[in-house]
């Protein structure tokens, strides 16, 4: 299983992974949410965080 964290402090909210995969969105507080991402593609996990324009978002996996 991949998963993702995301840096609240960098986050600006623009959606871009939320484009890429229904596993984020953007919540009330301009931050993205992020949801199961149990049976998502790594793939497009690992797209949807290199898409963020800030690099609030990182594979947990790789840490």
Do not use: H
């Not at 299983?1 to 986050?11: G, N, Q």
């Not at 992020?34 to 978002?57: E, H, K, N, Q, S």
């Amino acid at each position: 299983m991949s998963r993702v964290e995301v840096d609240p402090e960098i986050c600006i909210g623009m959606g871009m992974c939320e484009g890429i995969s229904a596993a984020f969105r953007v919540g009330d507080n301009g931050t993205v949410d992020i949801g199961d991402t149990t049976d998502v593609d790594p793939l497009v996990l690992r797209r949807a965080v290199a898409a963020c324009p800030t690099g609030a978002l990182r594979m947990a996996d790789d840490l």
